[in-house]
């Protein structure tokens, strides 16, 4: 089993930044890949970024690549994401995600936190 709690949304204005952390639990943090993800109403879900278990290779979606930057601690057991210019189409809840189980596509996930980017 694992546990994950995010922290760090909030409100900002457009252009502004925040830090998003995901505190990890349960498992030894750097034997899996972890991801996060944002979900924004009456959207389907997206992948935002994710981390390989070392932190060596990461993945941004198109949409946030060059603004955000995934990035982990494996000794603190926590993952991070940065957000810098942000725009009000990233207002969304923001998952953190581990895939503990290889290839399941990730199987555990945080309760959320909520980002809003107003214009």
């Known amino acids: 089993q694992v546990q994950l709690a995010e922290s760090g949304g909030g409100l900002v204005q457009a252009g502004g930044s925040l830090r998003l952390s995901c505190a990890a639990s349960?498992?030894?943090?750097?034997?899996?890949?972890m991801g996060w993800f944002r979900q924004a109403p009456g959207k389907e879900r997206e992948r935002v970024a994710t981390?390989?278990?070392?932190?060596?290779?990461?993945y941004y979606a198109d949409s946030v690549k060059g603004r955000f930057t995934i990035s982990r601690d494996n000794a603190k057991n926590t993952v991070y994401l940065q957000m810098n210019s942000l725009k009000p189409e990233d207002t969304a809840v923001y998952y953190c995600?581990?895939?503990?189980?290889?290839?399941?596509?990730?199987?555990?996930w945080g309760q959320g936190t909520q980002v809003t980017v107003s214009s």
């Open positions: 981390i390989s278990r070392s932190g060596s290779m990461a």
């Open positions: 995600a581990a895939e503990v189980l290889p290839g399941s596509k990730y199987d555990y």
């Open positions: 349960g498992r030894t943090f750097s034997s899996y890949p």
